[in-house]
């Protein structure tokens, strides 16, 4: 049943929604449809790449960090805490509990991130509006479909705190579709606040408009960033290396850039895109930490 209810909200939902999208923008007035076309910005595209890169490890960091620290104070337990996993020696009843925590923090991490990103008002910069969308973006869309793996699987994280919590399947079949049907709601609520860091108006006055830059702002940036994301993650065995960044990816970039042509009443209020430097050097010197510190592993006892 979980299977199924998946594939109707995550491919056959988002495809009807997308569809209904084109037939609407058939129907735009002359008027709009016949407003120029803008050019593609490349810088745009690159920066929110950059940031949806930093985004997602540093929601990932969060992850495994809020998995090692309830364990470092559990007696008994001798987590480390790695690049791509944690691990830990030593047994006590309350580890399988914890393997919980992690999917709760990045949830924790996204909602905290929403909520400011609902309260920016005015002009505000567009690569400050794009990383806590991403960051928003990267928390909900990690920890949510860890509750239906979970309820799937009692081997996964967010499976084992189940079986501890002795959930029965009923109790996890409603988890799991609960949290389904929390992500095209949050992810159409993410694409309307997307559409504010447009610099005029004219690139969100129509359907076509807000289709075009949603996909050069958030989807081709994400599908580009999950191979810059890839050597943050390695060596490790190849599925676990891709499938995360292109699970977390799909999910919620489908329903966003589907919900894309929806009429919005958002006010375009983001500015020029600024250099792509700083991004680039925050993007660098994570992975640097990754790979420099985090991969030997750094204990925690």
């Known amino acids: 049943m979980l299977l199924i209810a998946s594939a109707l909200l995550l491919v056959a939902a988002p495809l ?15 008027g709009a449809a016949s407003a120029p076309v803008l050019p593609w910005n490349g810088k745009l595209i690159l920066l929110s790449a950059l940031l949806y890169t930093l985004a997602f490890n540093l929601t990932f960091f969060i992850q495994e960090l809020f998995l090692v620290l309830p364990k470092a104070l559990t007696p008994g337990l001798q987590p480390t805490l790695f690049h791509n996993n944690h691990g830990w020696q030593g047994e006590h009843p ?45 928390g909900l869309f990690m920890a949510l479909p860890q509750v239906v793996i979970g309820a799937l699987s009692t081997g996964s994280d ?17 988890a799991a579709l609960l949290a389904l049907a929390v ?4 992810a159409l609520w993410l694409g309307q606040r997307l559409l504010g860091v447009a610099e005029n108006s004219a690139q969100i006055a129509s359907p076509r408009a807000r289709n ?27 599925v676990e290396v891709v499938l995360l960044p292109v699970l977390v990816t799909v999910i919620g970039i489908a329903w966003i850039q589907a919900g894309a042509w929806r009429t919005t009443t958002t006010v375009a209020a983001g500015s020029r895109v600024g250099s792509l430097v700083y991004p680039l050097i925050a993007v660098l010197a994570l992975l640097a930490v990754f790979q420099l510190l985090l991969r030997p592993g750094i204990r925690f006892y």
Request: hydrophobic share 55%; with cysteine.
């Open 94 to 138: 309350l580890a399988s509990l914890f393997q919980g925590t992690g999917a709760l923090a990045t949830a924790l991490t996204g909602a905290c991130c929403a909520l400011l990103l609902s309260r920016r008002t005015g002009t505000r910069s567009t690569a400050g509006g794009l990383f806590l969308f991403w960051m928003a973006y990267s």
């Open 183 to 186: 992500i095209p709601p949050f």
């Open 158 to 174: 967010v499976g084992m705190a189940m079986e501890y919590l002795r959930l029965g399947a009923g109790a996890k079949n409603a």
């Open 16 to 30: 009807l929604v997308w569809s209904a999208g084109l037939f609407n923008a058939r129907r735009t007035p002359a």
């Open 212 to 238: 075009r830059f949603v996909f050069q702002t958030a989807t081709l940036p994400a599908l580009m960033a999950v191979a810059l994301i890839i050597p943050f993650r390695i060596p490790r065995e190849p």
